[in-house]
C-alpha cells in the first residue's frame, strides 16, 4: 500500500549514534519539531555487502544534505548492540566507521511492519506449534522515505536486495520538492535545480514542450 500523501507513523524506535549511545527516536517528530525534511532510508542486514558501500554514500553527502535543511536517518532490523560493533568497524575491513547520522535499531520490527518493507514471501500456520512460521529472512528491502517538515510523505521507493541506490536521486528529489513548496511550480522529467519548471496548467506544459523542440 502507497504511503505517499499520509503522515508518517508515530512511532518510536530504539536507536544507536556513533558515540555508542542508545535512545528513542521518532521519525515523525524529528521532522516536525525541528522544521526538517528527513530522509529515511532502510538496509537489510548489518555487516553484509551493499548494505556499507549505501551507508558510506550517504553519510558523503551529508554535508548536501545538511544545506538543503534535511536530517538522514538510517535504519535497518539489526540491534543497537550490532550498530555499534558495525560502526566501531574500520571501512577497510567492511565496517561504517565514519558514519555519523543515527541508524534505527527496529528489532522488534514495529516500524517496518506498519510500512510493509520486510521480506517475507509467504506465512503459514503450523499447527503442531501453534504459531505462525514465515518465508524469508524477515529484514526489510532497502526502502527509502523522504519526509517533509510537516510529517508527510512526499517519495518511497523499495529496492530489492542487491539493488544498491543512487543518492544523488534523493538529493535532486528534495531540490524539486522544495521548488515545488517555495515556487508553486511543478517540476518535469530529469528536472535539476536551476532548470526551468512549469506552473500546473497545459499551456504552461506546451510552452515546456514547445521549448525542448528548440
Not at 86 to 109: F, H, M
Request: aromatic share 8%; proline share 4%; glycine share 6%.
Amino acid at each position: 500500500m502507497a504511503l505517499v500523501g499520509k503522515q508518517f507513523p508515530d512511532i518510536n524506535v530504539n536507536a544507536m549514534n556513533d558515540m555508542g549511545d542508545t535512545f528513542k527516536l521518532n521519525v515523525l517528530e524529528e521532522a516536525v519539531n525541528n522544521k526538517k525534511k528527513v530522509v529515511l532510508f532502510w538496509y537489510p542486514k548489518d555487516f553484509t555487502f551493499v548494505c556499507p558501500t549505501e551507508l558510506h554514500a550517504f553519510q558523503s553527502a551529508i554535508k548536501e544534505f545538511e544545506k538543503r535543511n534535511t536530517l538522514v536517518i538510517g535504519a535497518s532490523c539489526d540491534t543497537p548492540e550490532v550498530h555499534f560493533a558495525w560502526l566501531s568497524t574500520a571501512k577497510d575491513n567492511g565496517g561504517i566507521e565514519g558514519v555519523t547520522y543515527p541508524i534505527l535499531a527496529d528489532s522488534n520490527r514495529n516500524l517496518s511492519s506498519v510500512l510493509g518493507i520486510l521480506d517475507i514471501q509467504n506465512e503459514v500456520y503450523d499447527e503442531k506449534t501453534d504459531s505462525m512460521q514465515v518465508e524469508g529472512d524477515n529484514v526489510t528491502y532497502r526502502a527509502t522515505y523522504i519526509i517533509d517538515e510537516e510529517g508527510k510523505i512526499v517519495h518511497e521507493s523499495v529496492n530489492d536486495m542487491p539493488l544498491g541506490r543512487n543518492v544523488n536521486e534523493y538529493l535532486r528529489l528534495i531540490d524539486a520538492y522544495t521548488h515545488v513548496q517555495e515556487k508553486g511550480e511543478v517540476c518535469p522529467a530529469n528536472w535539476e535545480d536551476g532548470q526551468a519548471a512549469m506552473q500546473p496548467n497545459a499551456n504552461s506544459t506546451k510552452e515546456y514542450l514547445k521549448a525542448q523542440l528548440n
